[in-house]
């Protein structure tokens, strides 16, 4: 847990990309896509999405090689 201390930091900053693939009507978001808009280091990404994170109800799942990491509860 090195990044503990700036996780919240670094959640509002997926959390906003999230929210602009949501804008424009991405319902399946992948890990790789917040990497490049981000910059940030993939295992912090998914570290930040497993402690919780808010997603816009047009988002659907959030994947990572082919694996659900976050999927909206129907």
């Known amino acids: ?11 509002k900053a997926i959390e906003k990309v999230i929210q602009r693939f949501a804008d424009k009507g991405w319902e399946e978001i992948e890990v ?12 912090l990404i998914i570290e930040v999405i497993k402690s919780g994170i808010t997603v816009p109800p047009e988002v ?6 082919g ?4 999927k909206a509860h129907e």
């Open 60 to 65: 659907k799942t959030i994947t990572h090689r």
């Open 67 to 70: 694996n659900v990491l976050w």
């Open 32 to 43: 790789e896509e917040l990497w490049f808009e981000t910059s940030l280091p993939v295992d």
């Open 1 to 11: 847990m090195k990044y503990q201390l700036d996780i919240e930091k670094y959640r």
